[in-house]
């Protein structure tokens, strides 16, 4: 009995792969034109709620469309600017900084903007929203209050953007959900602690060479938890908000929480490993300890810390004005 899925054969980056022209659709693009439409549709029902109404004005459909496309424009730049000079250790982008954007490889292939960072995609979505409110004098936390009760749902087909690219797969497992992702890194089945761990889940090895061992598919996780759970959570409370900008905080410490704790499943970056790590030798596809932390990890402690600095001053502000 195997213990272990294999990442489905019938799924290719490319939604038509064998199609000329149509070969340039990927399934992570299409993932993004979702998220976004999800995210639309839900700031629209909000908006009718009148939530982003005040006695000046009453948002409508064009101030929600201008809203989200300054948010995605600033979200998608900073994504990328975070993956390129911050994750990436080549030092390809910062010699060569034309490349940030450039959507082909080496040989002239289209690759599209392959490499985002949510913690990038984080600080430039808000940055978008704050430049959006300013120019058109409208309340910040109200509007940012609003747009996060879309966020997380949205996020959620992007993490599944991931699973269909066959990226961001967690560290090796011998839970029964643990999938083979065939880019992940291959191991000698030579080695004792490999034999060991193919017998736990009924894998046969070849007498010599390379094996691909099963992971966890913290996509999923990261779909679920970051994206559906959070959601539930923020939609639940929108209508129960004790000051503008509490949303805000929820979400922002929630994917923090969230986050930092799938990323003890999530096999860190390659060329970072991990930032702090109580012992620096450690291999990052398994965790051998709770104290090794990844960049991912320590980005989203801040994000828990700010969020909870947010919460004491806004409730603390809000008695106040009582």
Sequence with gaps: MFLYINFPSWIHDQIFPNVKYLSLLRWYGLMY???????????QKVRKE?????????ATEDDIFSFIFTGIIFLLVGARLFSTLIYDTSGLYKSKPWLIFWPFDANGKFTGLAGMSYHGGFVGGLLGMIVW??????????????????IPLGYT????????????YGRITTMPWGMVFPAAERFSAKLPW???FAQKIGMELPASGLV????????????FFEGIVLWLIIWNL??????????????????????????YFREPDADLGYRIAKDSSAPIYTNTSLLNFSTGQILCFLMMLLAIVFIVVGLRLSKKEK
């Design 33 to 43: 034109l979702v998220a976004f439409s999800t995210a639309y549709y839900l700031l």
């Design 50 to 58: 009148g939530a982003l109404d005040t006695p000046e004005y009453k």
């Design 133 to 150: 409110c300013k120019f058109k004098k409208r309340p910040v936390l109200k509007w940012i209050d609003a747009m996060v009760c879309a």
């Design 157 to 168: 087909f992007g993490r599944l953007g991931n699973f269909m690219n066959g990226e961001l």
């Design 194 to 196: 490999v034999k060991e």
């Design 212 to 223: 691909n061992l099963p992971r966890h598919p913290s996509q999923f996780y990261e779909a």
């Design 238 to 263: 929108r209508k129960y908000k004790k000051f503008d900008g509490m949303l805000a905080a929820v979400y922002t410490g929630g994917y923090g929480f969230f986050r930092f704790f799938i990323e």
